[in-house]
């Protein structure tokens, strides 16, 4: 069973205070792994895909990165618009051709930060 | 920008009555999914369709759950006979592949509340 696992469960920061947010991941055959940001009584708004180990991208203030195990999402002198849930999840490997394969998703880090 | 949309953005109904919740895909877009989110928990699967018929499907998805693709822009989810335990978001998504990582964008979310 695929399994998605965030840390911490919350965060806050200082306006310009930079930290990381942790993904640990166990999947039968990782296809991608996604990140993506959501704000309260609203949908998860697509970040990032990653596919390999080694992988990074980068977008204004995030950056993530993919390791075998773990996927981190590093934000640099976050802002208070920053503040939302990130949530981290993995897509396994198709089982059959055509097939339209789920994610499934962490619990999330809830980020506040603070001006 | 192209964009999931939803409706309605919130629907009230007794226990066992019957639901629908809409759904308007990205236009290009091939493969559907169903999530819901119970407060304070994580987003889990419920379902993905393709070609016309399900392609994978959760224990949550029971027989109470249906979903249909009425027309060519409409995707819809049936709940037969709503339970308190059904209350939750429900989020529809959709990609351009099923495979390879590819990204699944969500809507907005209906929020059902079953009184």
């Known amino acids: 069973e695929d399994q998605v696992t965030q840390s911490p469960e919350a965060l806050r920061l200082q306006e310009g205070e930079s930290s990381s947010l942790n993904c640990s991941y166990t999947?039968?055959?990782?296809?991608?792994l996604f990140w993506y940001r959501q704000d309260p009584g609203k949908g998860p708004e697509f970040l990032f895909t990653?596919?390999?180990a080694g992988e990074e991208k980068e977008k204004e203030r995030l950056k993530a990165t993919l390791t075998k195990k773990e996927s981190f999402l590093h934000i640099t002198a976050p802002k208070p618009e920053d503040s939302a849930t990130y949530l981290c999840?993995?897509?396994?490997?198709?089982?059959?051709?055509?097939?339209?394969?789920?994610?499934?998703f962490g619990s999330g880090t809830q980020l506040t930060v603070l001006p | 920008e192209p964009e999931v949309t939803q409706t309605p953005s919130h629907q009230v109904t007794q226990m066992g009555q019957e639901v629908i919740l809409r759904c308007v895909p990205i236009s290009n877009h091939l493969y559907f999914y169903w999530y819901r989110q119970i407060l304070g928990q994580k987003v889990e699967f419920l379902v993905s369709?393709?070609?016309?018929?399900?392609?994978?499907k959760s224990e949550i998805f029971d027989d109470q759950f249906s979903v249909e693709r009425p027309d060519g822009s409409n995707f819809t989810l049936k709940i037969r006979s709503t339970k308190l335990e059904d209350s939750a978001m429900y989020f529809c998504?959709?990609?351009?592949?099923?495979?390879?990582?590819?990204?699944?964008?969500f809507g907005p979310g209906t929020r059902l509340t079953v009184l």
């Open positions: 369709f393709y070609n016309n018929e399900i392609s994978e």
């Open positions: 999840a993995v897509q396994a490997e198709q089982f059959s051709s055509g097939s339209a394969r789920q994610l499934t």
């Open positions: 998504a959709s990609s351009n592949t099923g495979t390879g990582g590819d990204t699944q964008y």
């Open positions: 999947v039968s055959g990782l296809r991608g």
């Open positions: 990653l596919y390999s």
